[in-house]
T-cell receptor, first 113, second 117 residues
Framework: GDSVTQMEGPVTLSEEAFLTINCTYT??????LFWYVQYPGEGLQLLLK?????DKGSNKGFEATYRKETTSFHLEKGSVQVSDSAVYFC????????????FGTGTSLTVIP | DVKVTQSSRYLVKRTGEKVFLECVQD?????MFWYRQDPGLGLRLIYF???????EKGDIPEGYSVSREKKERFSLILESASTNQTSMYLC????????????????FGPGTRLTVT
């Protein structure tokens, strides 16, 4: 079945460091891919998405490229800030599946000044 | 601005009680979902609904039921709460995806942290 495997955390970085959170997926067909962010005490918010191969999603300095050949959607940011401290979830939704989502287990990021 | 609201942020119930968690969305979305979130396990789908009065089991439906009498409201029911149902419960809604455009994002409520003692 469809699934997402996400890099385990927690991840701790210094401010202005480079961030990569790995995400790979298994899916039949052509899924859409998403990164969500969850700040403490809140629900999930969409960070970025990509709906087809080679698409790059970007938002707030974060980027991820939909790589069909490696079935990956790694999240990157060139210079993290303390305010980026949160839990990040990779997710996929297979087309025609009623928009059912499959989430990774989440990666906790802490950025220290 | 899409809004998904959940009836309580924090809830404490006793074992054996019947518990209702309510979720309301204001964007006329067809699809609604209930997840539970536990450390190290991510989000697990409990139930979802494609339309009024329709429901489908997710990955972990045991011990739960749902109700969708109106399009904007999706309720999660714990018939007899148990301590292993202590968790964060998240509701989400979305429109159906389009084959030509891919899936739409799911919009999440703030969550209800339920403690069963």
């Amino acid at each position: 079945g469809d699934s997402v495997t996400q890099m385990e955390g927690p991840v701790t970085l210094s401010e202005e460091a480079f961030l990569t959170i790995n995400c790979t997926y298994t899916a039949t067909g052509y899924p859409s891919l998403f990164w969500y962010v969850q700040y403490p005490g809140e629900g999930l918010q969409l960070l970025l998405k990509a709906t087809k191969a080679d698409d790059k999603g970007s938002n707030k300095g974060f980027e991820a490229t939909y790589r069909k050949e490696t079935t990956s959607f790694h999240l990157e940011k060139g210079s993290v800030q303390v305010s980026d401290s949160a839990v990040y979830f990779c997710a996929l939704s297979a087309r025609g599946a009623g928009n059912q989502f499959y989430f990774g287990t989440g990666t906790s990021l802490t950025v220290i000044p | 601005d899409v809004k998904v609201t959940q009836s309580s942020r924090y809830l404490v119930k006793r074992t054996g009680e019947k518990v209702f968690l309510e979720c309301v969305q204001d964007m006329d979305h067809e699809n609604m979902f209930w997840y539970r979130q536990d450390p190290g396990l991510g989000l697990r789908l409990i139930y979802f609904s494609y339309d009024v009065k329709m429901k489908e089991k997710g990955d972990i439906p045991e011990g739960y039921s749902v109700s969708r009498e109106k399009k904007e409201r999706f309720s999660l029911i714990l018939e007899s709460a148990s301590t292993n149902q202590t968790s964060m419960y998240l509701c989400a809604s979305t429109s159906p995806g389009l084959a030509s455009r891919g899936a739409y994002e799911q919009y999440f409520g703030p969550g209800t942290r339920l403690t069963v003692t």
